[in-house]
Structure formats: C-alpha cells, structure tokens
Nanobody
Framework: QVQLVESGGGLVQAGGSLRLSCAAS????????MAWYRQAPGKQRELVAR???????NYADSVKARFTISRDNAKNTVYLQMNNLKPEDTAVYYC??????????WGQGTQVTVSS
C-alpha cells in the first residue's frame, strides 16, 4: 500500500509560480515512474508531466518550458515546479503512481487557481 499526499497548491496571479509536492509513504521513487495529472472544471483528467525511475521526463505540450517535474528520492517526494502560470492552468493537480497494471495510486489532489 502506498499513500500519496500533495501540497503546495494555492491561488496565484497569472505569471506567478508554485511548486507542488507529492510525498509518498514508501521509498519507491527510485524504481517507479511518477506523474502529475490535472483536472480542470468540466474537463477530463490529463497528464501534465511524467518522470521515470531513470530520470527521464516528458510533458504535455501546454506546459513545456514552464513546468518542471523532479524528484528527491531521499525524501520520497516528487515535485512539480510551475512557472509563468496561466489562467488555463487552473485545475486540481494529482500525483500519480502507476505501480502496476492493476495498482494505480493517486493523491487526494491539490487546487491550483490562477487569476487574471
């Protein structure tokens, strides 16, 4: 069993920055891919960023050059640094651990609201 707890969301103005954190209850970041998703009101959940156990990353086109996913294995934590935030980034952001094809862990979500 793995628990994921997100933090760092909040209300910011367009152009501002936030750093989201996802703390895992097990030391598993060294061997597993982690990802951030988001879900805006009335929209489906979408993949924002992913980082593999080897450190490779990929991003949704809408956030490339603005968001950075990283991890600190010693702290069992994955981060999402969000810069130059836009109103369209407003969403609930979820940390995701696809442990296996049958076990997929999600955090409770943290709200990010970007005002203009």
């Amino acid at each position: 069993q793995v628990q994921l707890v997100e933090s760092g969301g909040g209300l910011v103005q367009a152009g501002g920055s936030l750093r989201l954190s996802c703390a895992a209850s097990r030391n598993i970041l060294t061997i597993n891919t982690m990802a951030w998703y988001r879900q805006a009101p009335g929209k489906q959940r979408e993949l924002v960023a992913r980082i593999t156990s080897g450190g490779s990353t990929n991003y949704a086109d809408s956030v490339k050059a603005r968001f950075t996913i990283s991890r600190d294995n010693a702290k069992n934590t994955v981060y999402l640094q969000m810069n130059n935030l836009k109103p369209e980034d407003t969403a609930v952001y979820y940390c995701n651990l696809p442990l296996s094809s049958m076990t997929n862990y999600w955090g409770q979500g943290t709200q990010v609201t970007v005002s203009s």
